[in-house]
């Protein structure tokens, strides 16, 4: 019955900044990793960031190039992650998702539970 729900999404104009939102629920939500992807049209899945089920460390794919950022709150079973400077090819739909992992890992099928998406749109 835990289940992770993505927010914060929507039309930004390059440039902008936004910070998405991925709220769990269960009572195991800070006892694993939790990793960040997003999809762009005809694209495969990106990893974006995963970070660790203490908010100490964050592992960082190729896509974050510094504009990415991944935090967590576990009192309030949130973690965040903002994305400042967006270009129009970050446009996609970002998933948070939780592995039973030990560790950090960008790899998707090592995660057994997806949010739905939240839509990014960004415009030049």
């Known amino acids: 019955q835990a289940q992770l729900r993505e927010s914060g999404g929507g039309s930004v104009q390059a440039g902008g900044s936004l910070t998405l939102s991925c709220v769990g629920t269960?009572?195991?939500?800070?006892?694993?990793?939790i990793g960040w992807f997003r999809q762009a049209a005809g694209k495969e899945r990106e990893f974006i960031g995963a970070?660790?089920?203490?908010?100490?460390?964050?592992f960082y794919g190729d896509p974050a190039k510094g504009r990415f950022f991944i935090s967590r709150d576990n009192a309030e079973k949130t973690v965040h992650l903002q994305i400042d400077s967006l270009e129009p090819g970050d446009t996609g739909v970002y998933y948070c998702?939780?592995?039973?992992?030990?560790?950090?890992?960008?790899?998707?099928?090592?995660?057994?539970?997806w949010g739905q998406g939240t839509q990014v749109t960004v415009s030049s």
């Open positions: 998702a939780r592995t039973r992992s030990q560790y950090t890992t960008r790899t998707w099928s090592t995660y057994d539970l």
């Open positions: 269960g009572r195991a939500f800070g006892s694993y990793p």
């Open positions: 970070i660790d089920k203490n908010g100490h460390n964050v």
